[in-house]
């Protein structure tokens, strides 16, 4: 079975940054679209950035474009989430999601992803 293990995730101080990583225990990673969600307390979980199976197109959502980027290294089995100019709003668990659709390109609906991490929690203090 797949399994999808995050990490990097911690406190950071308003404008900080953090790189989140989640490695994929799965074959011919390289086939498969991902993508990272978030969800705050109290809140659903929303998509955050996506990235193609051959990682050639990637989205965000607008609320992060600009400050996040979304990448994957096929040669280690991993998809990354750089973070950058953090705020307070971006306080949330954080999971990475494949789908498991081969050579799709990418998909912002948390319904269209079948293997889920288990999630890191992303602290951003004022």
């Known amino acids: 079975q797949v399994q999808l293990v995050e990490s990097g995730g911690g406190l950071v101080q308003a404008g900080g940054s953090l790189r989140l990583s989640c490695a994929a225990s799965?074959?011919?990673?390289?086939?498969?679209?991902m993508g990272w969600f978030r969800q705050a307390p109290g809140k659903e979980r929303e998509f955050v950035a996506a990235?193609?199976?051959?990682?050639?197109?990637?989205d965000y959502a607008e609320s992060v474009k600009g400050r996040f980027t979304i990448s994957r290294d096929s040669a280690k089995n991993t998809v990354y989430l750089q973070m950058s100019s953090l705020k307070p709003e971006d306080t949330a668990v954080y999971y990475c999601?494949?789908?498991?659709?081969?050579?799709?390109?990418?998909?912002?609906?948390?319904?269209?992803?079948?293997?889920w991490g288990q999630g890191t929690q992303v602290t951003v203090s004022s």
């Open positions: 999601a494949l789908d498991w659709r081969r050579w799709r390109d990418y998909s912002t609906s948390r319904a269209e992803y079948d293997y």
């Open positions: 799965v074959r011919t990673f390289s086939n498969y679209a």
């Open positions: 990235i193609s199976w051959s990682g050639g197109s990637t």
